[in-house]
């Protein structure tokens, strides 16, 4: 199967990207629960502009992660996983049943509570953190399952970000809003005037970031709009997508998300903590990551391929499909940033990282456990 090399770039910059997440993660809690606890979460939140630290991380540094995703998925759908309809609709159907069956089992736990606008933190995919516990079974891994999770997460986190537009904007400036979409205009017009400069188009979208940011909206979104913004042109290595796409690889892997993860698992852990895990939205948290997210990617793919819909890749099985899911259950990053535009309780929102985090350990050591004794070593090089 060939891969092209900018495909390699972000599934090697994701791998390692997901192992450095998981040790500033372990760093960030021990630092939150030491003598310095004090000093340390009040870093964090230190005010800068009148928002906290963390505030910027979330809303500015953020648009730029989503910004690369936009970019990768912008580039499946044109010569990638997702440019054939045949390839591409199963791990859209999978994605499909990944999002719906957590959010339900959610809502089961839920409905017509206070905590019902988390249907949403169980519903993404971390990435780095899925493709890195991927990577740790090397030679193992066929080639289409690393596809396969790769594209099933882009799609997943695509979703969330129509989620996130749709119902976590509490209140809409209008004004703001149709400014923000009349620079998002102009930024498609210099596309189709072939305008390559990158220049013009990341100014475009630091004005459009600020309408976006005072509308309401969140701001992140306006780095997937970006995304489509920009001249993909042929895709090769001189078209304008991919000089920033290859950019963005390392400075999104080795210190956006680790610093999001920092900021935002710097957790004081109270005695009590474990009482948290016995509420309905903890409860909901632990089931849709650990429980649905497996049951909705397997059972969907499966129903799709069952009635024509999709088929399961031929040197791939069903087994590994459940393998996969539960590495989908590893939410962590967009299931935090989820939970911070879903909830204004501070209380609420660390319980609900702690579940988040614990959801995410177990559904990934389930799914490296099942992905290696179902998984048979090859001699394939691996990418």
């Known amino acids: 199967m060939n891969l092209s090399k900018l495909f390699k770039e972000f599934y090697e910059s994701e791998k390692a990207g997901g192992l450095i997440l998981l040790f500033v993660t372990i760093i960030s809690l021990a630092l939150a629960n030491s003598p310095i606890q004090s000093s340390y979460i009040g870093f964090w939140q230190y005010d800068m502009g009148g928002h906290s630290i963390t505030h910027w991380i979330n809303d500015a540094l953020m648009a730029v992660f989503f910004l690369l995703i936009g970019l990768e998925l912008e580039r499946e759908i044109y010569k990638g996983e997702l440019s054939d309809i045949k390839n591409a609709s199963f791990p859209i159907i999978g994605a499909m049943g990944g999002f719906i069956i957590p959010a339900t089992i959610f809502?089961?736990?839920n409905y017509g509570t206070a905590t019902q606008s988390g249907a949403g933190i169980p519903m993404a995919t971390d990435i780095a953190f899925a493709i890195g516990i991927l990577s740790l079974l090397g030679n193992r891994v066929p080639v289409s399952l690393k596809i396969f999770l790769t594209a099933l997460a882009v799609i997943d986190d695509l979703i969330a970000i129509i989620v996130i537009a749709i119902f976590y904007t509490k209140t809409l400036v209008w004004s703001n809003l149709l400014l923000a979409l009349a620079v998002f205009a102009v930024l498609l017009l210099l596309n189709r005037l072939k305008v390559k400069s990158l220049i013009p188009y990341l100014l475009g979208g630091a004005v459009m970031w600020f309408f976006m940011y005072n509308s309401g909206?969140?701001?992140?979104?306006?780095?997937?709009?970006?995304?489509?913004?920009?001249?993909?042109?042929?895709?090769?290595?001189?078209?304008?997508?991919?000089?920033l796409q290859h950019f963005l690889h390392k400075p999104v892997a080795f210190i956006i998300l680790p610093l999001f993860a920092i900021a935002n698992t710097s957790i004081a852990i109270g005695s009590d903590w474990q009482n948290g895990l016995?509420?309905?939205?903890?409860?909901?948290?632990?089931?849709?990551?650990?429980?649905?997210?497996?049951?909705?990617?397997?059972?969907?793919?499966?129903?799709?391929?069952?009635?024509?819909?999709?088929?399961?890749?031929?040197?791939?099985?069903?087994?590994?499909?459940?393998?996969?899911?539960?590495?989908?259950?590893?939410?962590?990053?967009?299931?935090?940033?989820?939970?911070?535009?879903a909830y204004e309780d501070v209380a609420l929102i660390n319980s609900s990282k702690i579940?988040?985090?614990?959801?995410?350990?177990?559904a990934g050591f389930i799914g490296f456990m099942l992905l290696k004794f179902t998984l048979k070593p090859t001699l394939q090089k691996e990418i």
Request: charged share 10%.
């Open 355 to 362: 579940a988040i985090i614990i959801a995410s350990i177990i």
């Open 107 to 109: 809502l089961l736990f």
């Open 278 to 341: 016995g509420e309905a939205n903890s409860i909901g948290i632990l089931a849709g990551l650990i429980i649905g997210k497996p049951l909705g990617i397997f059972a969907f793919a499966f129903t799709g391929a069952l009635i024509g819909l999709c088929k399961l890749p031929k040197d791939l099985k069903w087994k590994n499909i459940i393998g996969v899911g539960f590495l989908g259950g590893i939410g962590f990053t967009m299931s935090i940033f989820i939970t911070i535009l």
């Open 217 to 243: 909206v969140h701001a992140t979104i306006t780095g997937v709009l970006l995304a489509f913004a920009i001249p993909f042109g042929n895709g090769d290595e001189k078209s304008t997508s991919y000089v």
